[in-house]
């Protein structure tokens, strides 16, 4: 009973793909679950260790950073060990190979789920079962696990066949209609995966809501996260008013929808520099004004109340795009959170990394380098317990890096079993050539 | 609404919500959701949340938001001035019985009013988990925030929108209730460790760091960042690939992935257009040529505006082609599909009557997600509440007349 984990004691067999999948497993893992994610070296899934198993810097160079910034933009010859996107979510987890197409691989992850508690996934609709893993099958191997399912858009109606990742999902959510610039249209969208974190938070919940229902009555079940209807519930002023008032939303730009005016993000002095201000208030209002040195357009008495604002809201942005765009971003944020007026900068990747409260609050923790990437600070979780040891507690799974612990000690394979299952390609610490080479 | 025979995932256990706004109440939302007893403690004249927008009507009144609807859905509701000794007191006879405390304070006014963990903690040995907006240390500590600023410095709004454009804010308050949800993570983490271990504990959970943290290229664009020593930034343009981004249709806008391979064929089968099956349109040096990228609009475009978005989305499902349509709050709750689900459910509320509101996120077969009552108006439990605390009918008047309760 050591760390007062709150998972302590509870295997997961991971199934889960993509960042909406592995961010659950990885939450589990953070509270303490043994997760062990199950990989095959004889498949690529797409968008679950690197955007491709044979990387070139070059190629790699031109794929956005948050996937493609591999350690010195060189990926080296295992990419799936480095990718930013990717080895993050694998934090406290172990992983192990096994080839569960062919029969004895597939009597290896049977095993598995015998000796687990939570089976989270999402891959494509339809892989578990050409496998032979139904819900009813993984059930008669441990009928009191917990089966996550996590479909794009429910496993039911008339969506099943929809195929979708981050921006589809956002997109029928009713998210992305909802940003964007307010003078231009839809067309001019860049995608963003809002979904992805709401839906590994939720997912990760469920699972531990279910765990506590198990632990109470013994029982099992399935839960089925359908990743649209779930990340429609971010965005509950647009569908709400839809319902109760019959109004379709739109993107409103940087604007408030808390009832904030002026609320926008400005630039400020050097290259691509910008700062939010928010004026949750009319003191705030009065704050800022006072703080810009009492500017004869603000000193308008109708300006003093939110609804002389709202009637005034673009002039206002005018003014304040001005009087920004002289200034130090840094500076002006300290100055005007010193003044009571609710301000931040838009932090960059870099400017994240060197930034002050960050630097001091616990959001790093240190990792030593391994093979595949340089020692390096890693974000923390979130959350912070003062009792329960959740952190990371073990460095990013690297592929198959755990299979001598789950073939020996976790199924208690014999020496024999494990030289006939590394001979036959289950146990291996690559992908497989034919996967590499795309074949 | 009450046909309830089905347990819930959260059955006994009782929460303390001294949260507000936006973040704090949908994190013990979805402790209530699932059937913990959460009893949400407000000030007098109530949680801001109450002002804000969209209201049935358009009318404002601290019944008829719609949001404050959604986040407090399965919560019994009390007045509590915490500014006084008497209703501190009050407060710790409810700590003393629960098992979990949230607060939403700043670390300053967590002291004001004694519900900071040090003061909490003799009363119960609650579990304690504390949303503030920076964490209770470090130099942002009293710093303000908003959704706007907390997307802002959260690390992905800097690569969200255009180059040649200012970033870009998400819709409604969705940074806030991502931040509010990581908190109801936490607090799930706490009960459990409460409930395995025996341990109340203090668990914080920084808004600002509950955006930095997540995987969405907040860490990601961090960690690669670290790696590459490359930041993410805006795209020159919207579209992505040689027929990818949002195009318009007929009668809206579809969201289009046709990147290489599988799902170019998909696409292309899709469209039915015979002139874009050469495999030359699947090589990585046509999807870098902008004039390959204008012949191939010259297809699509056409395609898309002679079709609906529901004829889009169809035709995407039958081809299995990463092709989604662009859905307005109007579609969400109309749509027959998830409508069909089980996405919206009904509540029965004195002031609002029957509305819509969203039902289950998830499906949970054995333990349902499951909607008791709508969200307490201003002081309706108070009564039962503090007989639950255990304090004498009597004494309820005098707190009454005082202004401790309501």
């Given at each position: 009973m050591s760390q007062y984990l709150p998972l302590e004691g509870v295997r997961v067999c991971d199934f889960s793909n993509v960042w909406a999948g592995q961010s659950v497993s990885m939450y589990l893992a953070d509270m303490g679950a043994e997760c062990i994610k199950v990989e095959n070296p004889y498949i690529w899934n797409p968008m679950t260790r690197a955007a491709a198993p044979k990387l070139s810097p070059m190629v790699a160079a031109m794929i956005t950073p948050w996937m493609g910034g591999h350690p010195n933009n060189d990926p080296g010859p295992r990419p799936w060990n480095n990718s930013p996107a990717f080895i993050h979510v694998l934090r406290n987890k172990k992983s192990f190979t096994v080839d569960s197409r062919r029969p004895e691989g597939l009597a290896i992850v049977k095993a598995l789920i015998r000796l687990s508690d939570v089976l989270p996934e999402n891959l494509a609709l339809g892989t578990l079962e050409k496998l032979g893993l139904d819900d009813d099958a993984i059930r008669a191997e441990r009928p009191d696990i917990i089966i996550l399912h996590l479909p794009a858009f429910g496993k039911t109606g008339a969506y099943v066949e929809g195929r979708g990742y981050g921006a589809h999902i956002d997109s029928a959510a009713g998210s992305s209609i909802l940003r964007g610039y307010a003078d231009l249209g839809p067309e001019s969208n860049t995608q963003i995966f809002a979904g992805d974190y709401w839906v590994g938070v939720h997912g990760a919940f469920a699972v531990m809501a279910a765990l506590r229902h198990r632990r109470r009555t013994g029982e099992g079940q399935t839960i089925e996260l359908s990743q649209v209807e779930c990340s429609a519930?971010?965005?509950?002023?647009?569908?709400?008013?839809?319902?109760?008032?019959?109004?379709?939303?739109?993107?409103?730009?940087?604007?408030?929808?808390?009832?904030?005016?002026?609320?926008?993000?400005?630039?400020?002095?050097?290259?691509?520099?910008?700062?939010?201000?928010?004026?949750?208030?009319?003191?705030?209002?009065?704050?800022?004004?006072?703080?810009?040195?009492?500017?004869?357009?603000?000193?308008?008495?109708?300006?003093?109340?939110?609804?002389?604002?709202?009637?005034?809201?673009?002039?206002?942005?005018?003014?304040?795009?001005?009087?920004?765009?002289?200034?130090?971003?840094?500076?002006?944020?300290?100055?005007?959170?010193?003044?009571?007026?609710?301000?931040?900068?838009?932090?960059?990747?870099?400017?994240?990394?060197?930034?002050?409260?960050?630097?001091?609050?616990?959001?790093?923790?240190?990792?030593?380098?391994?093979?595949?990437?340089?020692?390096?600070?890693?974000?923390?979780?979130?959350?912070?317990?003062?009792?329960?040891?959740?952190?990371?507690?073990?460095?990013?799974?690297?592929?198959?890096?755990?299979?001598?612990?789950v073939y020996r000690d976790v199924l208690g394979c014999s020496e024999d079993e494990i030289a006939r299952l590394t001979e036959a390609g289950h146990i291996r610490d690559t992908f497989d050539q034919s996967v590499i080479d795309g074949a | 609404m009450t046909e309830q025979a089905a347990p819930g995932a959260l059955d006994g256990v009782t929460v303390i919500d001294l949260t507000n706004w936006v973040a704090g109440p949908y994190a013990t939302k979805m402790l209530a959701d699932l059937g913990a007893r959460v009893i949400k403690v407000e000030r007098r004249g109530g949680d801001p949340a109450r002002n804000l927008e969209p209201f049935l009507q358009d009318e404002p009144g601290p019944d008829r938001s719609a949001t404050f609807q959604f986040l407090n859905t399965n919560k019994e509701g009390i007045v509590l001035d915490l500014a006084t000794d008497a209703g501190r007191a009050v407060l710790y006879r409810m700590t003393e019985r629960a098992d979990l405390v949230v607060t939403s304070s700043s670390p300053a006014v967590e002291e004001a009013l004694g519900i900071d963990y040090a003061s909490l903690q003799p009363h119960g040995d609650p579990a304690v988990v504390s949303l503030t907006n920076f964490g209770h240390t470090g130099p942002y500590r009293d710093y303000r925030l908003s959704e706007t600023v907390l997307y802002a410095m959260g690390g992905e709004m800097f690569g969200h929108g255009l180059a040649s454009r200012e970033p870009l804010?998400?819709?409604?308050?969705?940074?806030?209730?991502?931040?509010?949800?990581?908190?109801?993570?936490?607090?799930?983490?706490?009960?459990?460790?409460?409930?395995?271990?025996?341990?109340?504990?203090?668990?914080?959970?920084?808004?600002?760091?509950?955006?930095?943290?997540s995987m969405d290229r907040r860490s990601s664009a961090i960690l690669g960042y670290r790696f590459s020593g490359r930041i993410v930034q805006r795209p020159p343009g919207a579209s992505s690939g040689i027929a990818g981004g949002v195009y318009p249709v007929e009668d809206g806008y579809v969201e289009v992935t046709a990147s290489g391979g599988n799902y170019w064929n998909r696409f292309v089968e899709m469209i039915g257009a015979e002139e874009l099956r050469d495999p030359k349109w699947s090589q990585p040096e046509t999807a870098r040529n902008p004039a390959a990228k204008e012949e191939a609009d010259g297809v699509v475009y056409p395609w898309m505006l002679t079709h609906t978005r529901a004829e889009v989305w169809k035709a995407a499902r039958d081809a299995h082609a990463l092709v989604a349509p662009y859905f307005t709050g109007m579609d969400v709750f109309n749509d027959e599909t998830f409508r069909g689900r089980g996405l919206w459910v009904e509540i029965d509320h004195p002031v609002l009557g029957r509305q819509p509101v969203f039902g289950r996120p998830y499906v949970l077969e054995k333990t349902p997600w499951q909607l008791r009552r709508p969200a307490p108006t201003l002081g309706q439990d108070t009564e039962s509440v503090l007989a639950w605390a255990g304090l004498d009918a009597d004494a309820v008047p005098t707190l009454r007349s005082e202004g401790v309760v309501a």
């Open positions: 519930q971010m965005f509950p002023q647009a569908a709400l008013d839809a319902a109760w008032n019959g109004r379709e939303q739109h993107s409103i730009g940087n604007r408030s929808v808390e009832g904030y005016v002026p609320n926008g993000v400005f630039a400020t002095r050097g290259d691509d520099r910008w700062i939010a201000i928010s004026c949750r208030s009319d003191d705030e209002w009065r704050a800022l004004t006072m703080f810009m040195g009492r500017p004869g357009w603000a000193m308008d008495d109708a300006l003093s109340t939110v609804t002389g604002r709202r009637a005034n809201e673009t002039m206002i942005e005018e003014r304040i795009a001005e009087w920004c765009a002289g200034q130090d971003r840094d500076e002006l944020f300290h100055a005007l959170q010193k003044a009571g007026v609710t301000a931040g900068p838009v932090l960059s990747a870099r400017d994240a990394a060197d930034d002050q409260h960050l630097a001091v609050s616990g959001a790093w923790t240190h990792l030593p380098a391994t093979d595949d990437y340089p020692e390096t600070d890693w974000v923390s979780p979130a959350y912070r317990f003062s009792k329960s040891d959740v952190r990371i507690r073990t460095s990013p799974a690297l592929f198959g890096q755990h299979n001598d612990y | 804010k998400l819709g409604g308050t969705a940074a806030l209730l991502q931040s509010g949800s990581m908190a109801g993570l936490a607090a799930m983490g706490a009960i459990t460790a409460r409930e395995v271990h025996g341990i109340g504990q203090f668990v914080e959970v920084s808004l600002f760091e509950a955006q930095i943290a």
